[in-house]
């Protein structure tokens, strides 16, 4: 009885709450009834359209060559939910700076819809979030390519092992060209438990990929620590 009495109070602030401050979709400021997604939002993470390149799975945009198989990246195969403008961008930033881990899920949610769908991401034997430096995730309380990982692990039973150590603070890498970016990320990562790893296919997992240079960097030190293959699962492509 009285557990029946406090949710209808609580309910019935809630819905106060939702009067005066009605939810907004984190991805559009649209007005939303409930949760911190739009479904126009939602139908956009879940169900990208994006195109991407037949040889490697990175996405491409109208008319675009690939980039991932110009340049010397060590994953033969990327793929990503969208590319990093709206509604990804601020639903990364939501979750990243803002702290709404919920959005891990709908992302995870999604990520294991694109890994399902792709025949060589889903070979994959081990999940591997790209590793924040300790300081940053301190900082921060969470690692979100961490959040993304144990999501996927949740719905396709592949298990996470955090494998790599970040020993570089790297400032962020916005202002540097991509020759530089390669140059600041060369060691940043070190191998931390490699008998989890050794001889399996791999998935890295992170939240944006810019230039490739951190996840590039992050590949080769699997690799050296005697990974099979290893492929990349972002939400975003800047
Ligand atoms: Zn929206
Ligand atoms: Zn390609």
Known sequence: MLLRIRSKISYFFKSVLDFLFPPICFGCNKEIDSGIVCYQCYNKITGSWLGVCAQCGYPLGYNQSCKNCKSSLTLPRIRALGFYTEPFLPLIHALKYQGKKSLAEIFGKALTGLLNSDPILKQAE????????PARKR???????????FEVSRLTGIPVVNALWRKKNTKSQTKLDSKKRIENMQGAFIIKDNKTVVNKKVILIDDVITSGATINSAAQTLLEAGVREVFGLVIARA
Do not use: A, C, D, Y
């Not at 081990?126 to 430096?133: E, G, R, T």
């Not at 900082?139 to 990982?149: D, I, K, P």
């Open 126 to 133: 081990v999940l591997v979030p790209v590793p924040l430096h």
């Open 139 to 149: 900082e921060r309380g969470f690692n979100q390519s961490e959040l993304l990982g």
